[in-house]
């Protein structure tokens, strides 16, 4: 098994997200990891769709995401792979999140994991409301829309 490493742009992407969620407001966040964390993610091995924010104290923290080991990494470096990383923000950031997370059916959740163009760990996180099945559908409907209406105008 051999993968391409990943030195700048989108690791992984929470599709899933923006369909369960109507998204009002998005911010972007560091994370706080290891270094046998961060050649994982480097490699691609990374999975944001059960990803949601909490509140621990005065911090947020990225929980239910899962960042597996590398086969080759030695058996030394060990770590859990669902652990509560810790999301690097400014502390007016913070409290406005926490003011946000308060709010009856607001949630925090990852949209997109990628490397700016320093090099650094950012996660797109989305302030929304989950969506309720006639929402779903209709987002289902538009996006069906948008493919025939494009097939149409091609042809």
Not at 27 to 46: D, F, H, M, N, P
Not at 47 to 61: A, E, K, N, S, W
Request: no cysteine; net charge positive; hydrophobic share 35%.
């Amino acid at each position: 098994m051999t993968r391409q490493l990943i030195k700048s742009g989108q690791v992984s992407e929470n599709r899933k997200a923006r369909y369960s969620y109507s998204i009002e407001d998005t911010i972007e966040a560091g994370i706080s990891l290891t270094g046998a964390e961060i050649k994982s993610v480097r490699y691609g091995l990374v999975t944001i769709v059960d990803g949601f924010v909490q509140r621990r104290g005065r911090d947020l923290y990225l929980a239910g995401i899962e960042i597996q080991r590398l086969p080759t990494a030695a058996r030394i470096v060990n770590f859990d792979e669902r652990r509560p990383r810790q999301l690097l923000l400014h502390r007016a950031q913070i409290n406005r999140l926490i003011g946000k997370l308060q709010e009856k059916g607001a949630t925090i959740v990852p949209l997109k994991l990628y490397f700016n163009n320093r090099g650094r760990l950012k996660v797109l996180l989305g302030i929304g409301y989950g969506k309720s099945k006639i929402d779903k559908r209709e987002t289902i409907k538009q996006r069906e829309w948008q493919k025939s209406k494009a097939r149409i105008l091609k042809g």
